[in-house]
């Protein structure tokens, strides 16, 4: 079954501990991004990739890091995490720029 | 970063009642697309639009690419109780790779 899993799927943690998301994708995508979703703002794009050691900032990259080193997978890593950081993420992936995009099933953080 | 602003925020209807949403932007898109989530799932893909003055459907859902290449908008013709949920439009400009995301349209329909 195609799919894009994202682990965990809820996170409570503290200031300051960084943390790792993990993104993988089964349909052998090349592009894969990663989005926060907070109430009355919609998704907003924080990286994306275009392709293995590829990565770009989205709109709100601050206090994010990504990496690409393999196709199937983007972790999203946060180094020092924030009480503002706390938030609804999704990873998506797609075949290309305009195709398709599928969504993982969302990872809740929260940082206290 | 770029603004796409979507109406209404929120709507209540009757089943059966058509609906309508809007996006519009200050900046020119190259391609526009639809999403719907549901409760405490990710989004999903409706309708893509790739082309100025496009018209596209899928069932119920009908959706166009403006002229002005700055906004779009979808209906839902004879709204059922599945369509219950937050309606998203999002597009790509020029040669960005960036996907923006309106703020979206949560719909409730009641009996």
């Known amino acids: 079954e195609a799919q894009v899993t994202q682990n965990p799927r809820y996170l409570i943690t503290v200031t300051g501990k960084k943390l790792t998301v993990t993104c993988s994708q089964n349909?052998?995508?090349?592009?894969m991004s990663w989005y926060r979703q907070d109430p009355g703002l919609g998704l907003r794009q924080i990286y994306y990739s275009m392709n293995v050691e590829v990565t770009d900032k989205g709109d709100v990259p601050e206090g994010y890091k990504v990496s690409r080193k393999e196709k199937r997978n983007f972790p999203l890593i946060l180094e020092s995490p924030s009480p503002n950081q706390t938030s609804l993420y999704f990873c998506?992936?797609?075949?290309?720029?305009?195709?398709?995009?599928?969504f993982g099933p969302g990872t809740r953080l929260l940082v206290l | 970063g770029q603004q796409l602003n979507q109406s209404p925020q929120s709507m209540f209807i009757q089943e059966g009642e058509d609906v309508s949403m809007n996006c519009t932007s200050s900046s020119i898109f190259n391609t526009w697309l639809w999403y719907k989530q549901d409760p405490g799932e990710g989004p999903v893909l409706l309708i893509a639009l790739y082309k100025a003055g496009e018209l596209t459907s899928n069932g119920r859902l009908t959706a166009q690419f403006g002229i002005t290449r700055k906004d779009s908008f979808l209906n839902i013709s004879a709204s059922i109780p599945s369509d219950v949920g937050i309606y998203f439009c999002a597009g790509f400009t020029g040669t960005a790779s960036k996907l923006t995301f309106g703020t979206g349209t949560r719909l409730q329909v009641t009996l």
């Open positions: 349909m052998n995508h090349e592009y």
């Open positions: 998506a992936s797609s075949s290309g720029r305009g195709g398709t995009q599928y």
